[in-house]
Structure formats: structure tokens, C-alpha cells
């Protein structure tokens, strides 16, 4: 496999597996995070995915300067919250960086990929989307980026691009336990009720990426994998 891969959030937790694997796979990876990374992507670019502005600057350049032939939207963050403690300011921040950057590259990217003939963008989206008490913002950005992938997998198909989504159910990341203390009944509960009796890894993650990014994948469009343990079963 040849080419470069571009991963944002690429620098810790779920993402930087994300990196590790594409490398593992043939691509040469760029990772785009505010953070600096763990692992060792071929080359990382710091910046605010939040920033529109500065991330559409960054992404043209880069589309001039690199050949993308996958796009992985892996950033987001959450912000746990009962509907009636939802903040409006919450809102605005994880739709500026849950979606939007999805959306600032893709945009910048698809020209290349359809002049290639070929390209692949993957989504990081989550097992939120079929609902999870305290998640109404959280999984309104993971929703929303599974339908627009939908959408963008009926337009670009004709052009030998395919879009597809990993909805990770519970991985232990240091975002994980940062939002659900190992201690906490309600975390207890979570990882007993996942059916293959383990949490999930960002290599579990990484791996459903790499099948979607292949080339050999070109007939599986629109869809979205759920990665979860067999939590989403039944």
C-alpha cells in the first residue's frame, strides 16, 4: 500500500493506534493534533482542529504538498452531562471539533482523491449513536458524522472513493477512565456487561481503520462498523 494517510487527533489515545497501524500498513501517516504526539507518525502538525480558519490554512497546504489517499476523522472529545445540565457553550465547542474538521478536510482532500481515482476516508465515530444516558451532545456529533459519511459514500463512490465508520463501544483509553472512574458502580457496570469480558484496545480500533483504508475494501461504502466487545448485540 502506498500513499499518505492524514489522521487528526493522531497524537494520543485511539488515534495514535490509529497511526501506528496505517505505518504498519505502508502508508506514510500525517497526524494532526494541539497535543504532541506518543507515537511516531512520518510527520505531525500541531494546531487547533477548533480553528477553522487555521485548519483550513493547514490542510490546503498540505493536499499541495502530500498525496492523501486517506483521511481518518478520529478527533473528539466529550462532555458528559444530563440533559438539563447541558451547557450551550458545550454545543458550539464539540461541533466545532467533533464534525467540522470532518468536514474542512474532506473538502480540501476529495479534489485529489478524485483525480487519483481512488481514496478512502474513514470516520471515528462511537456506539453512542444508538443512545447512552449522559451523552446528548457526545453522540448528536458522532450521529451527525455517520449520516454525513452516508451521504458523502453515494456521492464520491462513482469516483473509486469509499466512506466508512468505526463506532468504538468501550475502549480504555485515558479519556475512558477520565470520564468513567475505575472505581465508580457505573463504570463496573460497563465493562461487565461487555459480552467478550474485556475492554476494548485503540489497537481493536486501529484495526477496523486499516480494513476500511485498504485498497482491497473498495466495495464496502456507507457503512459503519461497531467495534464494541458485542456490547450492541441483542
Same mark, same amino acid.
Given at each position: 500500500m502506498s500513499g499518505t494517510? %492524514?489522521?487528526?487527533?493522531?497524537?494520543r489515545g485511539i488515534g495514535a493506534a490509529i497511526v501506528e497501524r496505517l505505518r504498519l500498513d505502508g502508508f506514510r501517516v500525517v497526524a494532526l493534533d494541539? %497535543?504532541?504526539?506518543?507515537?511516531r507518525p512520518d510527520r505531525f502538525e500541531e494546531v487547533d482542529l477548533s480553528d477553522a480558519p487555521a485548519l483550513e490554512a493547514l490542510v490546503a497546504r498540505l493536499s499541495a504538498e502530500e498525496e492523501i489517499s486517506c483521511l481518518v476523522n478520529n478527533v473528539g472529545i466529550v462532555r458528559p452531562a444530563p440533559l438539563e445540565e447541558v451547557e450551550l457553550e458545550d454545543f458550539d465547542r464539540l461541533f466545532h471539533l467533533n464534525l467540522r474538521p470532518s468536514l474542512i478536510c474532506a473538502k480540501a482532500l476529495?479534489?485529489?482523491m478524485k483525480a487519483r481515482g481512488f481514496g478512502r476516508i474513514v470516520m471515528n465515530t462511537s456506539r453512542v449513536t444508538l443512545g447512552k444516558e449522559l451523552r446528548s451532545l457526545y453522540s448528536a456529533t458522532k450521529g451527525?458524522?455517520?449520516?454525513?459519511?452516508?451521504?458523502?459514500? %453515494?456521492e464520491?463512490?462513482?469516483?473509486?472513493?469509499?466512506?466508512?465508520?468505526?463506532a468504538?463501544?468501550?475502549?480504555g483509553t485515558e479519556a475512558f477512565w477520565k470520564n468513567n472512574p475505575p472505581d465508580a458502580p457505573l463504570t463496573r457496570a460497563i465493562i461487565d456487561q461487555v459480552p467478550v469480558r474485556r475492554m476494548g484496545t485503540g489497537a481493536d480500533v486501529a484495526n477496523a481503520v486499516s480494513f476500511?483504508?485498504?485498497?482491497?475494501?473498495?466495495?464496502v461504502t456507507g457503512q459503519t462498523l461497531f467495534v464494541c466487545g458485542g456490547v450492541t448485540v441483542g
Open positions: 494517510a %492524514l489522521v487528526t487527533g493522531g497524537a494541539i %497535543l504532541a504526539p506518543e507515537g476529495v479534489p485529489g451527525a458524522a455517520q449520516s454525513m459519511a452516508r451521504t458523502w459514500a %453515494l464520491l463512490a462513482p469516483f473509486g472513493i469509499t466512506v466508512n465508520c468505526v468504538p463501544g468501550p475502549i476500511f483504508a485498504a485498497p482491497a475494501a473498495g466495495f
